[in-house]
């Protein structure tokens, strides 16, 4: 049991301080320069997103366990969130919200 909370915390606390140093970094300093936001940096925003800590968690559980139904779940769950599937897709600020000075966002 010991080993599952050790790697759920580390991961947990690794990812987040990643996620959130990228949230503080990138904005002002885009790695494009301006123009389109290359390829391997929308895997790495992915990657260390909530969605991509969920299958690295899900990967490193699957080697604790030794089970490969779940490795191959997990590795089919990364390349679906780090390849193809848009993760702010429906996303919108609702009309009238942006006059409040917050930003409220909502799924359609």
């Given amino acids: 049991m010991l ?7 580390a991961t947990a606390v690794v990812f987040t301080a ?4 990228a949230a503080a970094y ?3 300093n885009p ?10 940096w929308i895997v790495l925003d992915r990657l260390i997103a909530p969605w991509g800590l969920i299958g690295l968690t899900l990967l490193v559980l ?3 366990e030794r089970n490969v139904a779940l490795l191959a779940f997990t ?3 990364l390349v679906l969130v780090l ?10 600020i609702p009309e009238g919200h ?11």
């Fill in 18 to 21: 990643a996620y959130t140093a």
């Fill in 83 to 92: 390849m193809v599937l848009p993760t702010t897709e429906g996303m919108q």
């Fill in 3 to 9: 080993p599952y909370a050790i790697t759920g915390a």
């Fill in 98 to 108: 942006s006059k409040l000075g917050r930003h409220s966002w909502m799924l359609r």
């Fill in 31 to 40: 790695p494009s320069g301006g123009g389109p936001m290359p390829f391997w």
């Fill in 26 to 28: 990138f904005p002002t």
């Fill in 62 to 64: 699957a080697r604790l």
């Fill in 75 to 77: 590795l089919s769950y």
